[in-house]
């Protein structure tokens, strides 16, 4: 079984930064990401990363801004945001998946294992 708990969420001005810690418990995990939903819109993959090798893959509108990643040792994923802009409110929330392939990373159907997620909310 794998769980997952967010924090860091918090409400900050544009121009500010942020980092999210995701606490993760289970065995087996290949596939940690962060996704993002704001009000009246999908759920959208904003990073992830590959746990063997530590690979990682950004949505377009946070790259260069956005930085995800893994500590083993204390078995938490990290998304650092800098430069933050109000499209960048939503609730943002913790994947994980132990399947090799799964179909393509940003959307929600390819991570099994979500938390409950941690609101990040950007000011003009």
């Known amino acids: 079984q794998v769980e997952l708990v967010e924090s860091g969420g918090a409400s900050v001005p544009a121009g500010g930064s942020l980092q999210l810690s995701c606490a993760v418990s289970?065995?087996?995990?290949?596939?940690l990401g962060w996704f993002r939903q704001a009000p009246g819109k999908e759920r959208e993959g904003v990073a992830t990363?590959?746990?063997?090798?530590?690979?990682?893959f950004y949505v377009g509108p946070v790259q260069g801004r956005f930085t995800i990643s893994l500590d083993d040792d204390k078995a938490t994923v990290y998304l650092q945001m800098n430069d933050l802009k109000p499209e960048d409110t939503a609730m943002y929330y913790c994947?994980?998946?132990?399947?090799?392939?799964?179909?393509?990373?940003?959307?929600?159907?390819?991570?099994?294992?979500w938390g409950r997620g941690t609101q990040v909310t950007v000011s003009d």
């Open positions: 990363i590959y746990t063997r090798a530590l690979n990682t």
């Open positions: 994947v994980a998946d132990h399947r090799p392939y799964g179909g393509t990373w940003y959307l929600p159907t390819r991570f099994t294992y």
């Open positions: 289970g065995d087996n995990i290949l596939y």
